[in-house]
């Protein structure tokens, strides 16, 4: 089966609703025909009458229509809607051009009506009509280092409209040229240099420009060269021109260039040098954005001084939306520039440059070869939540992708066609959006809507015998009368009183429903796929594994997995088996846990993977030496209880111990040493001790070496506070005696002479009364 095939085959399923087979339906809340059908693409409505049960709530009747049809829903009664395709207008496409406005893409406009999430498929026929107009429009870089450039376009004006008539016998050429901004730092300012910016005085010149328009399309090759002729090399300081500014005005001035309706539009950019782009302006002074309008007066560009430079995105979008394909004639020099430029533009060329310019004829046929025979069909912005592919189906087709479909190396006369798919991925207003080719006039329209309601075709019966002859019938559920409700409007509100009704639907916390259904003659009406008195269960959002719910090995009850016979785990993905869960000669889990999916879920601190080691409990050395204790040697605290207390540990008394097991050594409450090993046993808490029968216990102390050791330590304390007294006795003596001769030291004695006879009468004058 051919590409073709599966692809037809693919579109017959979507138009269909084959794929509503299969699939599943993920129900959220459900209280119409209108609910279900915007639940999903694989979700249905059964309007039977009678098809739920008493209790069951409305939503049962969405499901996929492989469930519904197994629950007993008549096919007839399930409403599905389906995809529709309908093409408004298909014009024949043209073979050839003769005048008339041709068809080269067909249809011109279709309406989907599609179901959100289903695709639908439809083709689209492009043929390249023999003879198609074409309009060149020449756009030269006329700076300084061009000159030899101009001086070969000149005589190669008659070369370059007999290569276009070779293509087609309705082909026009025009010319314009381009330097730069006429203010610094791109061009000297001086009165002077913007009149003759040339430096070679004896050559002609022209004065500075931006961009000037030279000559209107025509197909008289003499006004071209005329036209050509009578242009002069200009120039300016800085390397980057301001081709941008060109290409811009040359896209949005139509009128001025004088594009045709229904032509192939080309316009050839010459140059050997960079470009400036949006940003470039500020470097002048110029900070007000370029408007994408057109701002031409007399042939000049007369707001290059004042606008920024386009960015490469503000071209690109223009150059497309007037369906304009470019042709980047350039010298080596800048090649790879403008390869990165041309990445960025669509349904553009590069081409190498002599330096001279001889071979810009072959050039541009090259390219324009190039240009015409890929062929890609793309879209304008796409509303919201729409989602397209495009598959090619031609011999050198591209890969199929959301953003366009290429076809390479169609020659003129040859029909290639896209199948395009749409998915609208959510319920939208009605819309449209335009397909086109790159390049080409030629659009196809499409009306987009989307199939978010069921057409049920109820009767007209507001008292239907179904519902009791109380209410009508929509879409097999029943829309009771005012003071009627339930399944059938079996329930009159008025026998009750609504409080008492409510209180049988609040559950344990007081809620009524829980907050998952609504309160309906005394019983919860759950949404979705919640259940229960009080919509306390759901049976669709249990665990996945695989992405199957339960694994496929259980089911949903409750929002929890019941396992068949022979699995487990909480989404019922393992099957059961404790060959992974058992040591060697060992049970499982070591006792200190439970296997699940073949692992130990062991007791808390126990490590996997069979729980035998526990990092954080207590030491076991510590919590069983009073059974040691009363198990080896009959004391301590269990002394009289040792078979109660210590049921858990197995003892055996030994001479020495073995180096199995945990090796403790502590002192017993009669301060001996006890050496003991313990292993533990498979089960939480049992232990087998190896008890060593002699206990290392201290000597009694010596009672004289206690007394004398007293008696020593007092003399030796009272030796010692009589040296500590006597040093600070000679301390305080030193003192003093410093202090003493310091105040010798400070005293003055005077000689005075005294005669024997001065000292007598002294003494007598002493002793005279």
Same mark, same amino acid.
């Given at each position: 089966?051919?590409?073709?095939?599966?692809?037809?085959?693919?579109?017959?399923?979507?138009?269909?609703?084959?794929? /509503?087979?299969?699939?599943?339906?993920?129900?959220?809340?459900? @209280?119409?025909?209108?609910?279900?059908?915007?639940?999903?693409?694989?979700?249905?409505?059964?309007?039977?009458?009678?098809?739920? /049960?008493?209790?069951?709530?409305?939503?049962?009747?969405?499901n996929t229509r492989a469930l519904l049809t197994e629950r007993g829903c008549e096919p007839q009664k399930i409403i599905a809607p389906r995809n529709k395709v309908r093409v408004v207008k298909k014009l024949p496409l043209s073979e050839s051009f003769e005048k008339q406005e041709p068809i080269q893409l067909s249809p011109q406009v279709i309406r989907l009506k599609v179901r959100p999430g289903i695709p639908a498929t439809f083709r689209v026929s492009f043929k390249r009509v023999q003879g198609y107009p074409v309009d060149l429009y020449y756009l030269m870089d006329l700076s300084n280092s061009m000159k030899d450039d101009l001086d070969n376009v000149k005589d190669l004006g008659?070369?370059?409209?007999?290569?276009?008539?070779? &293509?087609?016998?309705?082909?026009?050429?025009?010319?314009?040229?381009?330097? *730069?901004?006429?203010?610094?730092?791109?061009?000297?300012?001086?009165?002077?240099?913007?009149?003759?910016?040339?430096?070679? *005085?004896? $050559?002609?010149? +022209?004065?500075?420009?931006?961009?000037?328009?030279?000559?209107?399309?025509?197909?008289?090759?003499?006004?071209?060269?005329?036209?050509?002729? @009578?242009?002069?090399?200009?120039? @300016?300081?800085?390397?980057?021109?301001?081709?941008? *500014?060109?290409?811009?005005?040359?896209?949005?001035?139509?009128?001025?260039?004088?594009?045709?309706?229904?032509?192939?539009?080309?316009?050839?950019?010459?140059?050997?040098?960079?470009?400036?782009?949006?940003?470039?302006?500020?470097?002048?002074?110029?900070?007000?954005?370029?408007? +994408? +309008?057109?701002?031409?007066?007399?042939?000049?560009?007369?707001?290059?001084?004042?606008? *920024?430079?386009?960015?490469?995105? +503000?071209l690109a979008f223009q150059l497309e939306k007037n369906n304009i394909q470019t042709i980047f004639a350039v010298t080596e020099n800048v090649q790879a520039i403008y390869k990165q430029l041309s990445a960025i533009v669509p349904k553009s060329e590069v081409g190498v440059l002599s330096n001279d310019s001889n071979n810009v004829v072959e050039l541009i046929k090259t390219a324009y070869r190039k240009l015409s025979s890929k062929i890609t069909l793309t879209h304008d912005r796409l509303p919201d939540n729409v989602q397209i592919t495009y598959t090619p189906e031609c011999q050198s087709a591209g890969p199929p992708g959301p953003d366009e479909g290429v076809c390479d190396n169609v020659k003129e006369k040859q029909e290639v066609s896209f199948n395009v798919t749409v998915v609208v991925d959510s319920c939208i207003k009605d819309t449209s959006f335009t397909i086109r080719i790159l390049g080409i006039k030629d659009t196809l329209t499409v009306n987009l809507s989307t199939n978010c309601e069921c057409d049920c075709n109820d009767p007209q019966d507001s008292q239907h015998q179904s519902c009791g002859g109380k209410g009508s019938l929509t879409c097999g559920v029943c829309s009771c009368q005012e003071g009627f409700i339930g399944r059938i409007c079996e329930c009159a509100i008025g026998?009750? %009183?609504?409080?008492?009704?409510?209180?049988?639907?609040?559950?344990?916390?007081?809620?009524?429903?829980?907050?998952r259904g609504e309160c309906v003659c005394g019983r919860c009406q759950c949404h979705g796929n919640y259940h229960g008195d009080h919509c306390e269960c759901d049976d669709e959002h249990c665990e996945k594994f695989q992405n199957q719910l339960c694994g496929g090995n259980g089911k949903c009850k409750c929002g929890v997995c019941s396992c068949n016979e022979g699995y487990e785990g909480s989404a019922c993905q393992c099957k059961v088996s404790q060959t992974e869960c058992k040591p060697p000669n060992g049970t499982v889990c070591h006792g200190r846990g439970v296997c699940r999916c073949s692992r130990c879920e062991c007791d808390a601190g126990y490590q996997r993977p069979h729980c035998k080691t526990c990092l954080g409990c207590p030491d076991p050395c510590q919590t069983k030496l009073n059974c040691i204790e009363c198990l080896g040697f009959n004391i301590g605290p269990f002394k009289g209880n040792c078979s109660k207390a210590c049921s858990t540990v197995v003892p055996d008394t030994v001479s020495q111990l073995n180096k199995k097991g945990k090796q403790c050594e502590l002192k017993d409450? $009669?301060?001996?040493? &006890?050496?003991?090993?313990? $292993?533990?046993? %498979?089960?939480?808490?049992?232990?087998?001790? $190896?008890?060593?029968?002699?206990?290392?216990?201290?000597?009694?102390?010596?009672?004289?070496?206690?007394?004398?050791?007293?008696?020593?330590?007092?003399?030796?304390?009272?030796?010692?506070?009589?040296?500590? &007294?006597?040093?600070? &006795?000679?301390?305080? %003596?030193?003192?003093?005696?410093?202090?003493?001769?310091k105040e010798k030291k400070k005293s003055k004695w005077t000689d005075v002479s005294l005669s024997c006879q001065d000292f007598e009468i002294r003494i007598c004058n002493f002793r005279a009364p």
């Amino acid at each position: 089966m051919g590409l073709y095939q599966v692809f037809f085959l693919f579109l017959l399923m979507g138009k269909n609703g084959l794929c /509503q087979v299969g699939g599943s339906c993920s129900k959220t809340v459900v @209280n119409s025909c209108s609910d279900c059908i915007r639940s999903g693409p694989d979700c249905a409505w059964c309007m039977q009458e009678n098809f739920t /049960q008493p209790g069951e709530q409305e939503t049962v009747r969405c499901n996929t229509r492989a469930l519904l049809t197994e629950r007993g829903c008549e096919p007839q009664k399930i409403i599905a809607p389906r995809n529709k395709v309908r093409v408004v207008k298909k014009l024949p496409l043209s073979e050839s051009f003769e005048k008339q406005e041709p068809i080269q893409l067909s249809p011109q406009v279709i309406r989907l009506k599609v179901r959100p999430g289903i695709p639908a498929t439809f083709r689209v026929s492009f043929k390249r009509v023999q003879g198609y107009p074409v309009d060149l429009y020449y756009l030269m870089d006329l700076s300084n280092s061009m000159k030899d450039d101009l001086d070969n376009v000149k005589d190669l004006g008659n070369d370059l409209l007999s290569a276009l008539k070779t &293509i087609t016998a309705h082909a026009q050429i025009g010319f314009g040229a381009f330097v *730069d901004k006429t203010v610094l730092p791109y061009t000297n300012t001086n009165k002077k240099k913007l009149l003759r910016p040339c430096d070679d *005085d004896s $050559e002609k010149c +022209q004065a500075a420009f931006g961009y000037r328009h030279v000559l209107n399309l025509t197909p008289r090759e003499q006004e071209f060269k005329q036209s050509v002729t @009578n242009q002069f090399i200009s120039g @300016n300081l800085d390397s980057p021109e301001g081709g941008l *500014d060109a290409m811009m005005q040359a896209a949005v001035c139509g009128g001025a260039i004088g594009w045709r309706n229904s032509s192939t539009r080309l316009i050839v950019l010459t140059t050997d040098a960079g470009f400036h782009m949006a940003g470039d302006g500020k470097l002048a002074g110029i900070l007000e954005p370029n408007d +994408q +309008q057109c701002h031409m007066k007399d042939n000049l560009y007369y707001k290059s001084n004042e606008m *920024d430079y386009p960015s490469v995105g +503000q071209l690109a979008f223009q150059l497309e939306k007037n369906n304009i394909q470019t042709i980047f004639a350039v010298t080596e020099n800048v090649q790879a520039i403008y390869k990165q430029l041309s990445a960025i533009v669509p349904k553009s060329e590069v081409g190498v440059l002599s330096n001279d310019s001889n071979n810009v004829v072959e050039l541009i046929k090259t390219a324009y070869r190039k240009l015409s025979s890929k062929i890609t069909l793309t879209h304008d912005r796409l509303p919201d939540n729409v989602q397209i592919t495009y598959t090619p189906e031609c011999q050198s087709a591209g890969p199929p992708g959301p953003d366009e479909g290429v076809c390479d190396n169609v020659k003129e006369k040859q029909e290639v066609s896209f199948n395009v798919t749409v998915v609208v991925d959510s319920c939208i207003k009605d819309t449209s959006f335009t397909i086109r080719i790159l390049g080409i006039k030629d659009t196809l329209t499409v009306n987009l809507s989307t199939n978010c309601e069921c057409d049920c075709n109820d009767p007209q019966d507001s008292q239907h015998q179904s519902c009791g002859g109380k209410g009508s019938l929509t879409c097999g559920v029943c829309s009771c009368q005012e003071g009627f409700i339930g399944r059938i409007c079996e329930c009159a509100i008025g026998k009750e %009183d609504k409080d008492t009704l409510r209180k049988a639907c609040l559950n344990a916390d007081g809620v009524e429903c829980g907050g998952r259904g609504e309160c309906v003659c005394g019983r919860c009406q759950c949404h979705g796929n919640y259940h229960g008195d009080h919509c306390e269960c759901d049976d669709e959002h249990c665990e996945k594994f695989q992405n199957q719910l339960c694994g496929g090995n259980g089911k949903c009850k409750c929002g929890v997995c019941s396992c068949n016979e022979g699995y487990e785990g909480s989404a019922c993905q393992c099957k059961v088996s404790q060959t992974e869960c058992k040591p060697p000669n060992g049970t499982v889990c070591h006792g200190r846990g439970v296997c699940r999916c073949s692992r130990c879920e062991c007791d808390a601190g126990y490590q996997r993977p069979h729980c035998k080691t526990c990092l954080g409990c207590p030491d076991p050395c510590q919590t069983k030496l009073n059974c040691i204790e009363c198990l080896g040697f009959n004391i301590g605290p269990f002394k009289g209880n040792c078979s109660k207390a210590c049921s858990t540990v197995v003892p055996d008394t030994v001479s020495q111990l073995n180096k199995k097991g945990k090796q403790c050594e502590l002192k017993d409450s $009669e301060s001996c040493w &006890i050496k003991f090993s313990l $292993e533990q046993l %498979d089960g939480v808490d049992t232990y087998k001790a $190896e008890i060593q029968s002699e206990r290392v216990c201290p000597e009694p102390p010596s009672v004289t070496a206690i007394i004398g050791a007293a008696i020593g330590s007092v003399a030796l304390i009272g030796i010692l506070l009589l040296m500590l &007294i006597k040093f600070f &006795i000679y301390m305080k %003596d030193v003192k003093e005696f410093r202090k003493f001769e310091k105040e010798k030291k400070k005293s003055k004695w005077t000689d005075v002479s005294l005669s024997c006879q001065d000292f007598e009468i002294r003494i007598c004058n002493f002793r005279a009364p």
